[in-house]
């Protein structure tokens, strides 16, 4: 896919072209080629969750109130109980363009690590997806050109922030730019290294502090 560079917008497909007066680019961490600006300030990796079988009353006494979880490990681990009583459990970050062959023994490790005592619980569902990261842990969120408009880089914070990006996004498009204009003027470095090297810069940082939560 590609953008025009006039005004109206036109987005340019394999199967087809759109005209637009307003287009939102909001790929977050799909967005390789397409704006290459925005792109140079977030940096894709690759995330997974498991949830196990129901566990009962052994749920309860892992989390006796019920409450979602964080670690403070750089690399993060992050769970919750489901309705339905199973651990819902993310953790392990990778960068390849591939997915890991069993997403659920690549998050069984991680689970381990925080509640060994699960080893022979059974695994009913694993899943995963590409997230992006800023260097602030805050939106990229700008006005790239008359017309054009992205927001991406949520860190891991997504099923908010991104609401609320769309929302203030769609207040700049009906002519409103208050606060879409605050949040774009948040700070937003790139990523050291440029095009060729901020992908293995990030791989080595992550391998570092990844090694550090491990001390």
Not at 72 to 87: E, N
Not at 104 to 119: E, I, K, Q, T
Request: hydrophobic share 40%; glycine share 12%; charged share 20%.
């Amino acid at each position: 896919m590609s953008l025009s560079a006039g005004q109206p917008v036109r987005v340019m497909t394999d199967t087809g072209t759109i005209t637009a007066d307003s287009v939102v680019v909001a790929v977050n961490g799909y967005t390789s080629g397409l704006l290459p600006d925005t792109e140079a300030r977030v940096m894709p990796i690759h995330n997974y969750i498991l949830a196990t079988e129901p566990l009962g009353d052994h749920l309860h006494r892992l989390i006796p109130g019920g409450e979602a979880i964080a670690d403070s490990r750089f690399v993060v681990h992050y769970w919750r109980p489901s309705a339905d009583g199973r651990l819902i459990f993310g953790g392990g970050e990778s960068y390849a363009r591939h997915f890991p062959s069993d997403l659920a023994g690549f998050v069984r490790r991680h689970m381990l690590s925080v509640y060994p005592d699960l080893g022979d619980v059974a695994i009913d569902y694993a899943w995963g997806g590409t997230l992006a990261l800023s260097r602030t842990k805050m939106p990229v969120m700008r006005r790239v050109r008359a017309g054009v408009y992205t927001s991406g880089g949520y860190t891991g914070q997504g099923v908010a922030i991104a609401v609320l990006a769309g929302k203030l996004i769609g207040e700049a498009i009906a002519g409103d730019r208050g606060r879409f204009d605050l949040y774009a003027k948040l700070p937003a470095p790139k990523f050291p290294g440029g095009k060729w090297l901020r992908y293995p810069t990030l791989v080595l940082a992550m391998a570092w502090y990844g090694l550090l939560d491990r001390l």
